[in-house]
């Protein structure tokens, strides 16, 4: 096709696509070394649970500290660590270190509430993944269902049936599993009948949504009340207005994350604001339990 475009084109596109290119592969190259160099930490969010009032979970999310580049987002590393074979050492990491926080936090007293850790298919794919899970969770000695493992539907696009075996097995041993970004991009809702999850996590998208005029743009609702009837316990994410948990509550949605709770945070912070009973928020403070 290049030929075709014409010379300019080609060249326009050539350059542009070497930039590209050069630049993933300095973050590759980076990436070696990262885990060594301890560049890696994990920041988590608040869950709150909407009856209650009170934290319901915590969700790992992996940042890199970058000697020269500074806090680098996962979205801008993630894809890559995949391509280039580092996400089973990454994930491994973010499991064990998660799972050492929910000890630590476990130790300080703090019960009833989870700790969320965002999986890859690559992950869940590797030999002996729920071994690995086991592992950990009898090495910092804790109860499996404090542990919930957040998936997103684009694994199930390939190795369909060895993937749903490897989540019952881990399901078994008593960890959830969550389904993460729900609602954006491959759902359907004949795959979710099939799949073996506890939780279902509601996209952000659909969540911006509920302050939108026009009430049809509105369909979380509907998705909250399918959810519920098959059992699933829902959380919705992203929400960063008040407006939303009125909506979200009318629908009898279990749980919310967003900015309007938290931002991530240190795992410094989260033991500060727990020890206050107090998160902080752009807005609010801790979620107002409301009197009726
Ligand atoms: P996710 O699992 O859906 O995580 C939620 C993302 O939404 C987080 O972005 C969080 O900071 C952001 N968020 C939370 N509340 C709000 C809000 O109110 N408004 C808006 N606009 N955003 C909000 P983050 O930390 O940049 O992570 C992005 C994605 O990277 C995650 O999406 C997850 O898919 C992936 N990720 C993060 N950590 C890991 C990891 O340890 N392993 C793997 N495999 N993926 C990870
Ligand atoms: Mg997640
Ligand atoms: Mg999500
Ligand atoms: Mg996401």
């Known amino acids: 096709h290049s030929k075709e475009a014409g010379k300019g084109t080609y060249t326009f596109y050539n350059n542009a696509m070497g930039e590209a290119v050069l630049k993933k592969i300095s973050i590759q190259n980076d990436l070696h070394k990262a885990i060594e160099t301890n560049e890696f930490m994990l920041y988590y969010q608040p869950i709150i649970d909407l009856q209650t009032g009170h934290l319901s979970g915590l969700e790992a999310l992996i940042r890199w500290q970058h000697p020269v580049k500074g806090l680098i987002a996962p979205d801008k590393f993630i894809g890559i660590a995949e391509e280039s074979g580092k996400m089973i050492e990454i994930g491994t990491w973010v499991i064990k270190n998660a799972c050492h926080f929910l000890r630590e936090l476990y130790e300080l007293g703090y019960r009833d509430f989870h700790i969320s850790v965002n999986v890859s298919a690559i992950q869940l794919l590797q030999n002996n993944f729920a071994a690995l899970v086991c592992d950990v969770l009898t090495t910092e000695n804790l109860p499996p269902d404090y542990l919930m493992l957040e998936i997103t539907e684009s694994v199930l696009i390939e190795s369909f049936d060895q993937i749903i075996s490897t989540l019952l097995e881990i399901r078994q041993t008593g960890v959830k599993i969550a389904l993460d970004d729900f609602g954006c991009g491959y759902s359907s ?77 240190s795992k410094e912070d989260i033991t500060k604001f727990w020890a206050h009973n107090i998160f902080p928020t752009t807005s609010t403070p801790w979620l107002p339990v409301e009197t009726k």
């Open 189 to 265: 809702l004949t795959y979710l009948r099939q799949l073996p999850i506890d939780v279902l996590k509601i996209d952000k998208t659909f969540v911006s949504d509920i302050l939108q005029v026009n009430s049809k743009d509105r369909i979380i609702g509907s998705i909250i009340m399918l959810a519920k009837q098959m059992g699933l316990r829902v959380i919705a994410e992203g929400v960063e207005r008040p407006e939303q948990i009125t909506y979200l509550k009318q629908y009898s949605c279990d749980a919310i994350q967003g900015y309007l709770i938290s931002k991530p945070v």
